[in-house]
């Protein structure tokens, strides 16, 4: 991916007032390491003159085509509808755009049941599936490799041979960052997960107690029938959106973040967060891990955030802890704005049947604003105990009443908002201009 990003913007854009502005491109890998060092000198070493720098992160599943496509889709949007409106700036408003490349891809199940062919299916499932299941091995200790393709190619898994696949997927999986220190998940976590996926799913907190019980297992449990003949995939589903969750972090607490943190302390200008699904988790990771706060952050806008519903939480539920993101609030100057909706089938039906951890608890089919889960997401559901405020998304020129900083706002999306990945829209550029300008 490297060398696909120059050495400098990636693209030179126009305002709706014809004037140039840079948008640069800087990518990093999965341990947040940037794999485009040149590019982020460049963009750090030429930020004079800058009145607004908006800094935007893509979520789950986007290649390098997906992500950049959804970037213009965006920032054309919003520049048209500008002009369109005559949506006024400040006379010395220039901008500059960054936006964040992460390796966020395994499988696309968040719009789709179908998952990789581990036994049998077409071509494409069968070699999407040998990928990831080689991509995971390879992960595993020499004694472990083995066993683990054995078990991922089976057509169906005994009730032992599910516990032992779950053990071999929950030792890759590392504890949640969000802020605070927890362990990493086991076995139990990933069964539950792989149950609630079964048809037809069980009640949620059946599922969530039969994990939890000490010394409880699934089989003991009374879940014999469903992991009886357990689809393999049913345990790599889960284990994979843990794993991308997870990532998302990482790149923000141990990339993103010592980036944000070099363009709040170089330049004067207004920064402005946005991201989409996990690419929320990338930006509010980066600010949760701000080694300092030399200034604020003017806006953070949120769409579909694939993160828990209690992430602002003052009191999560069950844990007693503070939602992991609660401590950014103080961090920007303007209330944080979170869409949601309820045609979202990503994060109202799928969601938190995955991420069922305790760790995905406060970030960690009802109508949106009404979770059937504690594991539920703020983007299908809303802030939930954070004292939030829940506004209607407005028709672009209808004024918003955000209130003052501090504070989490859920922007009920449903009526504009048709799924997880319908982010640039006209509803959508309103709002993001009018977080960004204070209207």
């Known amino acids: 991916m490297p060398s696909m990003v120059p050495v400098g913007p ?3 854009r126009k305002t709706a007032e014809g004037l140039p502005f840079p948008y640069y491109i800087i990518p990093f890998d999965k341990q947040g390491r940037c794999e485009g060092p040149a590019t982020r000198r460049h963009l750090l070493d030429n930020l004079a003159g800058f009145s607004d720098i908006f800094l935007f992160s893509h979520g789950w599943n986007n290649d390098w085509a997906a992500a950049t496509a959804r ?9 048209a509808q500008r002009t369109a409106l005559g949506l006024a700036v400040p006379a010395d408003y220039r901008p500059l755009l960054v936006g964040v490349f992460w390796p966020s891809q395994t499988m696309a199940w968040f719009d789709s049941e179908t998952g990789p062919g581990f036994a049998g299916t077409g071509p494409e499932d069968v070699e999407s599936g040998r990928q990831l299941a080689a991509d995971i091995a390879s992960s595993l200790p020499d004694d472990e490799h083995q066993r683990f393709l054995e078990l991922v190619q089976a057509e169906a898994l005994s009730p032992a041979q599910a516990r032992d696949l779950a053990a071999l997927l929950a030792s890759l999986a590392r504890g949640d960052d969000e802020g605070v220190s927890r362990d990493g998940p086991d076995a139990d976590d990933l069964l539950a997960a792989a149950a609630a996926l079964a048809p037809p799913p069980p009640d949620f907190d059946d599922v969530d107690a039969m994990a939890s019980a000490p010394g409880s297992t699934p089989a003991a449990a009374g879940l014999g029938d469903i992991l009886g003949k357990l689809d393999p995939r049913n345990l790599i589903k889960p284990f994979t959106v843990w794993q991308m969750k997870d990532r998302a972090g990482v790149v923000g607490s141990r990339g993103v973040s010592a980036l944000l943190h ?6 004067p200008a207004r920064i402005h967060l946005l991201g989409h699904s996990f690419g929320c988790k990338v930006v509010m990771s980066a600010t949760a891990a701000l080694p300092s706060l030399p200034r604020k952050i003017h806006s953070a806008l949120l769409l579909q955030p694939a993160i ?10 069950e844990s ?3 939602g992991g993101y609660l401590k950014n609030l103080a961090c920007i100057e303007r209330p944080v704005a979170a869409t949601f909706s309820a045609h979202d089938a990503a994060l109202t039906k799928t969601f938190h049947l995955a991420l069922r951890r305790k760790s995905d608890l406060g970030e960690q089919p009802e109508a949106a604003g009404s979770s059937p889960s504690k594991y539920g997401a703020l983007g299908g559901f809303g802030p939930q105990d954070s004292a939030a405020t829940i506004v209607e998304i407005k028709e ?9 900083g501090n504070a989490i706002v859920g922007i009920r999306g449903t009526r504009r908002i048709s799924g997880h990945g319908d982010i640039s829209t006209p509803a959508t550029w309103w709002l993001a201009y009018s977080l960004a300008s204070g209207r």
């Open 10 to 12: 990636f693209k030179t």
């Open 71 to 79: 970037y213009e889709s965006f920032i054309d949007g919003y520049t």
């Open 262 to 267: 070099e363009l709040l302390q170089r330049s």
């Open 308 to 317: 828990s519903q209690y992430a602002f939480a003052a009191v999560v539920p």
């Open 320 to 322: 007693g802890l503070p």
């Open 396 to 404: 672009p020129g209808e004024a918003y009443a955000l209130g003052a």
